[in-house]
T-cell receptor, first 114, second 114 residues
Framework: DGGITQSPKYLFRKEGQNVTLSCEQNLNHDAMYWYRQDPGQGLRLIYYSQIVNDFQKGDIAEGYSVSREKKESFPLTVTSAQKNPTAFYLC?????????????FGEGSWLTVV | AQSVTQPDIHITVSEGASLELRCNYSYGATPYLFWYVQSPGQGLQLLLKYFSGDTLVQGIKGFEAEFKRSQSSFNLRKPSVHWSDAAEYFCAVGAEQAGTALIFGKGTTLSVSS
C-alpha cells in the first residue's frame, strides 16, 4: 500500500452533499498529495501539502478542500461545488532525501455520485 | 509548458514478445523521471525511476528504461512480456525538491495476447 491508507475504498454520494476521503500515512513523511484519475485523462493534481498546516492548490482544486492538521493525515473533502465528482481518487506521499523525490501511492478511493 | 506525452493510448503485444512504451517530456528544470504501473481499480506501483547517472535504469518485474536527454524521452522496455504485465502504464516527470508534485502522462494500456 506504499505506506498510505485510504478509506473508504468505495463511496457513494448524493447530489449536493459533501463527502470526505481519508488518507493516512504511517511513515512520518512530510509531503502528501491528492490526485484525481478519470479514464483516458491520466492523473491530475488536486492539492498537495509539504508541511503541517500548509497546502497548495494543484491543477484542478476547484470544488475540493483539504486540511493538514497532523503530519500523518491529509483528508480530502469533495464539496457540492464540484461539478463532476465521480472519479477515482489517489492519495500519495513522498520519500525525499538522497534518493530524490519519489512519490508512493495508496490504493485509491472510488467516488460515485448517485 | 511542463508536460508528459505518451503517444500510444493502447498497445497489444504477444506473450513472449518484446515491449517498448514511449514517453516524451517537456520540463524546464533537470527532470526526474518515473514509470508507474496500475492494475484495474488499484493504486499506482513504482516500476523504476531516473534521477542521475547511468541513463539506462533497471526496475522491478524485468523492466528497464532509457533516458535520452537529446530526445526528451524516457522509454520503457521489457525483453519478454508476460500475460501478467497487462495493465496501464504511466510516465511521470518531477523535480529534485522533495514535496514537489509529479506531472503524469495520460497512460498507455497494455494488452497481452496469447
Amino acid at each position: 500500500d506504499g505506506g498510505i491508507t485510504q478509506s473508504p475504498k468505495y463511496l457513494f454520494r448524493k447530489e449536493g452533499q459533501n463527502v470526505t476521503l481519508s488518507c493516512e500515512q504511517n511513515l512520518n513523511h512530510d509531503a502528501m498529495y491528492w490526485y484525481r484519475q478519470d479514464p483516458g485523462q491520466g492523473l491530475r493534481l488536486i492539492y498537495y501539502s509539504q508541511i503541517v498546516n500548509d497546502f497548495q492548490k494543484g491543477d484542478i482544486a476547484e470544488g475540493y478542500s483539504v486540511s493538514r492538521e497532523k503530519k500523518e493525515s491529509f483528508p480530502l473533502t469533495v464539496t457540492s461545488a464540484q461539478k463532476n465528482p465521480t472519479a477515482f481518487y489517489l492519495c500519495a506521499r513522498t520519500i525525499g532525501g538522497s534518493t530524490g523525490n519519489t512519490i508512493y501511492f495508496g490504493e485509491g478511493s472510488w467516488l460515485t455520485v448517485v | 509548458a511542463q508536460s508528459v506525452t505518451q503517444p500510444d493510448i493502447h498497445i497489444t503485444v504477444s506473450e513472449g514478445a518484446s515491449l517498448e512504451l514511449r514517453c516524451n517530456y517537456s520540463y524546464g528544470a533537470t527532470p526526474y523521471l518515473f514509470w508507474y504501473v496500475q492494475s484495474p481499480g488499484q493504486g499506482l506501483q513504482l516500476l523504476l525511476k531516473y534521477f542521475s547517472g547511468d541513463t539506462l535504469v533497471q526496475g522491478i518485474k524485468g523492466f528497464e528504461a532509457e533516458f535520452k536527454r537529446s530526445q526528451s524521452s524516457f522509454n520503457l522496455r521489457k525483453p519478454s512480456v508476460h500475460w501478467s504485465d497487462a495493465a496501464e502504464y504511466f510516465c511521470a516527470v518531477g523535480a529534485e525538491q522533495a514535496g514537489t508534485a509529479l506531472i503524469f502522462g495520460k497512460g498507455t494500456t497494455l494488452s497481452v495476447s496469447s
